[in-house]
């Protein structure tokens, strides 16, 4: 934490602006509101190169608003104990799987189940070699446990929740930042275009947004826990990479 007379913002911000929660909803509406939409789009055209680019500004953004002590405050720094950091990749894995076993066993290989219409996006071929496809699969992990894992616990679980909590406290902000994080997911999966046409599946959105609070909840539980930002990073690493093999080899 910082100290009382510390100054999270870059100097040439601390006059008009302050890590609030005030800024932390504007600064939520300022890229979740282009990213809904970019991602809706996405789905339509099949480009999903914006969406890597909104990743990267998100995960930039904190470094472009908070100092060095700014960003120690939000989680940038080493964590307690390396060895933890084996366990929040194994938890995320393990959390993708439960969310596997909970869709197919509900909706089978059909577009109610969310990673099947996730898996969409991923465009693999449907005649394609074995080698082939587990070189698509290496490929599709890395930038899976880079981008949006490194983007959005920077942004979500670090700029935007530090914000929230330093005025409303850490549980109200544990709230807000994880029912952000799971509507803003309502683009990748709740609204379907599905064969030219949009879709809409209330049980499974419901189910999904449920899903996505409480892995908001867990990143946030492996911050804590490594007291760094890279409890949460790994974590969502690990499910995103538990997600792609789920999509790549098990539907």
Partial sequence: MLTKNAKPLRPFLCRKLELNWKFSISIL????IPRFYLVLKANVTQNYSSIGLIMLLSGLI????????GLKEIGVCAPNKYYKLF????????????????????FGVTYENWYVYIRESYNIPSVISDDDKMTLFIIM????????????????????????????GDRLATVIDSLSFALVHVS????????????????????????????????????????????????HAGF????????????
């Fill in 29 to 32: 509406l300022l890229i979740c």
């Fill in 62 to 69: 904190p470094f472009v608003f908070l100092n060095k002590s």
């Fill in 87 to 106: 366990f929040c990749l194994l938890i995320g894995i393990l959390f993708s799987y439960i969310l596997y076993l909970i869709g197919i066993n509900l």
């Fill in 141 to 168: 992990s890395i930038t899976g446990m880079i981008f949006s894992p490194l983007g959005e616990e920077l942004f979500f679980r670090g700029l935007v929740h530090t914000g929230l909590s330093n005025s409303l």
């Fill in 188 to 235: 990748h999966f709740g609204i379907l275009y599905i064969n030219d046409s949009w879709k809409f599946y209330p049980i499974p959105t419901v189910i999904w947004i449920i899903s996505m609070f409480l892995v908001s909840l867990l990143f946030i539980k492996m911050k804590n826990w490594t007291h760094s930002i890279w409890g949460a990073i790994v974590c």
């Fill in 240 to 251: 995103n990479l538990g997600m792609i093999y789920v999509i790549f080899f098990l539907i």
